[in-house]
């Protein structure tokens, strides 16, 4: 019999968000054009101009929605985007 309390249908795989997968400073200062996620809906979206902003895509009444946060600057750290 299965265990209700396991609301997780891949066996072997983790739901949720998926911090593991954080961005070094180093590459988000160099990445390549396109979107690059960060973990727990983050994600760093380069331009081919080399624009860089941060994007948090959420769910609103069951629809995925994006917020930009800003833009990457030199002098901010990545620990404030992530932890307001």
């Given at each position: 019999?299965?265990?209700?309390?396991?609301?997780d249908h891949r066996p072997g795989i983790?739901?949720?968000?998926?911090?593991?997968?954080?961005?070094?400073a180093s590459f988000v200062r160099n990445?390549?054009?396109?979107?690059?996620?960060?973990g727990g809906g983050l994600f760093l979206?380069?331009?081919?101009?080399?624009?860089?902003?941060?994007?948090?895509?959420?769910?609103?009444?069951?629809?995925?929605?994006?917020?930009?946060?800003?833009?990457?600057?030199?002098?901010?750290?990545?620990?404030?985007?992530?932890?307001?």
């Amino acid at each position: 019999m299965k265990d209700p309390s396991n609301t997780d249908h891949r066996p072997g795989i983790k739901s949720g968000p998926h911090v593991e997968k954080k961005l070094k400073a180093s590459f988000v200062r160099n990445a390549p054009p396109g979107r690059h996620m960060d973990g727990g809906g983050l994600f760093l979206q380069v331009d081919k101009s080399g624009a860089r902003r941060w994007l948090l895509r959420v769910m609103v009444r069951g629809q995925r929605r994006e917020f930009g946060l800003g833009t990457v600057d030199n002098r901010q750290r990545l620990a404030h985007r992530r932890d307001p």
